[in-house]
């Protein structure tokens, strides 16, 4: 099964999401990106116990200081899925990007430009 999503996603594979690190995600946001969401195992699935609490955790985090900082938390997300649930992942990937389609760009990346300018 072949299943189509946005071509601006990008999809960085970690053996688990307890790997994600909060200065992962606001480094992402730091270079540009408009938004950034981290899909792990189903709660209570996680074959190495509790990563994927722990990345929602820092996930949590990185909310906190883009809501601090003006760049908005709702452009961060964590999602929980089974591997077997492709189209749902599908699904997601359309969320966000309409998501952070209708926020706009990363502000971060607006002053950037001006700076440069």
Do not use: W
């Not at 609490?53 to 452009?75: N, S, T, Y």
Request: charged residues 25%.
């Amino acid at each position: 099964m072949r299943l189509q999503y946005p071509s601006s996603i990008r999809i960085i594979s970690l053996p688990c999401t307890g790997k994600v690190d909060l200065i992962h995600l606001l480094k992402a946001f730091e270079k540009g990106a408009d938004g950034v969401y981290v899909a792990g195992c189903l709660e209570g699935a996680c074959q190495y116990t509790s990563g994927n609490i722990r990345a929602r955790k820092r996930v949590e985090q990185a909310k906190e200081i883009l809501d601090k900082i003006g760049v908005g938390g709702a452009r961060v997300e964590m999602y929980n899925l089974s591997s077997s649930e492709a189209p749902r992942f599908a699904e997601i990937a359309e969320e966000m990007t309409e998501r952070i389609r209708a926020l706009g760009p990363n502000p971060v990346k607006i002053a950037g430009k001006r700076m440069a300018a």
